[in-house]
T-cell receptor
Framework: DQQVKQNSPSLSVQEGRISILNCDYT??????FLWYKKYPAEGPTFLIS?????DKNEDGRFTVFLNKSAKHLSLHIVPSQPGDSAVYFC????????????FGKGTLLTVNP | EAGVTQFPSHSVIEKGQTVTLRCDPI?????LYWYRRVMGKEIKFLLH????????ESGMPNNRFLAERTGGTYSTLKVQPAELEDSGVYFC????????????FGEGSRLTVL
């Protein structure tokens, strides 16, 4: 029973273009959402987060959008750079257990020069 | 500042043997977590320590897994006896607060059970 789903295992984009990574969740108790980035042989690194009281959070080239009614969030990277090539994990947590992240399976982003 | 360090980076053992994984969190981080990623699956929560106390161990798969954090510093995760399905990457993470979900992960310990 996957509560956080990333339906695209991989995504390939050209350098300079926009990358859009999608994530869906099923548990309505989730109220905090995060994106982690992972390079091979490294641990996941926190990228950006959003609380359910917001619908958008921006940090430089990275923007996360949250659509609560659709239980959907997306990560936009613009412009994409070759160094952004990594696996991106969507994660969610609920109030009172914010340490307990539920992860999606990840999306491998490849940014081609 | 040193990050979260894990040892060993890779361990290969026979079914039925014992393995102990170690995690050193970032200095000053009271919260320590263990997560696991089995091949092809998502990263899953195992347990959470606050200092030396187990706050939540609801993700531990069964009683073959034992986690400790004596003195509230480093932590160990022992698997005894190991089974084939225990193979995967075991991630340790730490944080100062547990309310934000922003965890600092180590590189992981890959466990292969033959």
């Amino acid at each position: 029973d996957q509560q956080v789903k990333q339906n695209s295992p991989s995504l390939s984009v050209q350098e300079g273009r926009i990358s859009i990574l999608n994530c869906d969740y099923t548990n309505s108790m989730f109220d905090y959402f995060l994106w982690y980035k992972k390079y091979p042989a490294e641990g996941p690194t926190f990228l950006i987060s959003i609380s359910s009281i917001k619908d958008k959070n921006e940090d430089g080239r990275f923007t996360v959008f949250l659509n609560k009614s659709a239980k959907h969030l997306s990560l936009h990277i613009v412009p994409s750079q070759p160094g952004d090539s990594a696996v991106y994990f969507c994660a969610a947590s609920a109030t009172g257990s914010n340490y307990k992240l539920t992860f999606g399976k990840g999306t491998l982003l490849t940014v081609n020069p | 500042e040193a990050g979260v360090t894990q040892f060993p980076s890779h361990s290969v053992i026979e079914k039925g043997q014992t393995v102990t994984l170690r995690c050193d969190p970032i200095s000053g981080h009271d919260n320590l977590y263990w997560y696991r990623r089995v091949m092809g699956k998502e990263i899953k929560f195992l347990l959470h320590f606050v200092k030396e106390s187990k706050q939540d161990e609801s993700g531990m798969p069964n009683n073959r897994f034992l986690a400790e954090r004596t003195g509230g510093t480093y932590s160990t995760l022992k698997v005894q006896p190991a089974e084939l399905e225990d193979s995967g990457v075991y991630f340790c993470a730490s944080s100062q607060a547990w309310t934000s979900g922003e965890l600092f992960f180590g590189e992981g310990s890959r466990l292969t059970v033959l």
